[in-house]
């Protein structure tokens, strides 16, 4: 798991965490609402008996998990409901391979479902609360994703101030040693900028304006699509 987000619903703190890319949240800390601390395990359990909950679990599976065994989901269906019945999210990850649903043990144990299935456990808990959760999830996302493009602006900024340094080196150091003609000098410039480019995305610019045509008739170049980590190791190496 990678660090944990947290989001306040009505008072009951819940953990986010990434699984392969994908946001999962906790149910232990949702069904913390309902039953408090000792019986948040029974309030996942008790969900997961019904054959509407397994119906669902296993519909979401088949969509996303290509090596969801659908045999033993249909197992569990036929015996959803019953008095007898009884399942746990450990359960049901051994017998089916699930993926939407990861429990954990130790300091940030739990059990983790992904956001679809988690906003469906919601319900459980009350209408209320699953409204609230959707409401603030986004509004992680949306701050999540602001911070994200802000820094990735600060570093954009950051390597072109610095591409200045660059071309002023350029001018001050190599252009006296080439006897280049006053309208051809910008080949140095271009030479040196794309020695950056080979070293950190492989490939020079007109390379990729080649491979990305539609991008570069909107006057974007690589640098425009390169990553917040690419874009700091480009501003340092110039």
């Known amino acids: 798991m990678s660090k944990l987000n947290k989001i306040d ?18 149910l232990t800390d949702m069904a913390k609402a309902k039953q408090g601390d000792n019986r948040a395990a029974d309030v996942i359990k008790n969900w997961m008996r ?26 569990f269906k036929s015996e959803a409901g019953l008095p007898t019945f009884v399942l746990s999210p450990k359960q049901w990850v051994e017998k089916t391979g699930a993926i939407g649903i990861i429990s954990k043990s130790g300091r940030y144990g739990g059990t983790y479902a992904h956001r679809d299935i988690a906003f469906e456990f919601g319900a459980a808990i009350s209408a209320t609360f699953k409204l609230y959760l959707i409401k603030e999830y986004q509004r992680f ?17 950051l390597s072109k101030a610095n ?14 040693e080439k006897n280049y003609e006053k309208d051809k000098e910008w080949l140095i410039y ?11 995305f492989n490939c020079t610019a007109k390379d990729w304006r080649t491979l990305n045509p539609e991008q570069a008739k909107k006057d974007l170049n690589i640098r425009d699509f390169a990553s917040i980590n690419e874009l700091a190791v480009l501003s340092n190496i110039e």
């Not at 397994?54 to 659908?70: H, Q």
């Not at 994200?148 to 900024?157: A, F, G, H, T």
């Not at 271009?190 to 950190?200: C, F, K, S, T």
């Open 50 to 75: 019904t054959r509407v909950t397994i119906e669902f679990l296993g519909t979401w599976e088949i969509m996303y998990n290509p090596d969801f065994k659908v045999e033993e989901f249909d197992h």
């Open 163 to 176: 591409y200045h340094l660059q071309t002023d080196a350029v001018q001050k150091h190599i252009l006296p």
């Open 9 to 26: 619903i009505e008072n009951t703190v819940v953990s986010i965490t990434q699984i392969n890319k994908e946001d999962y949240i906790c």
């Open 141 to 157: 996302k949306a701050i999540e994703s602001n911070q994200y493009n802000l820094e990735w602006d600060v570093k954009r900024i």
């Open 190 to 200: 271009a030479e040196e900028a794309d020695l950056l480019n080979v070293a950190l």
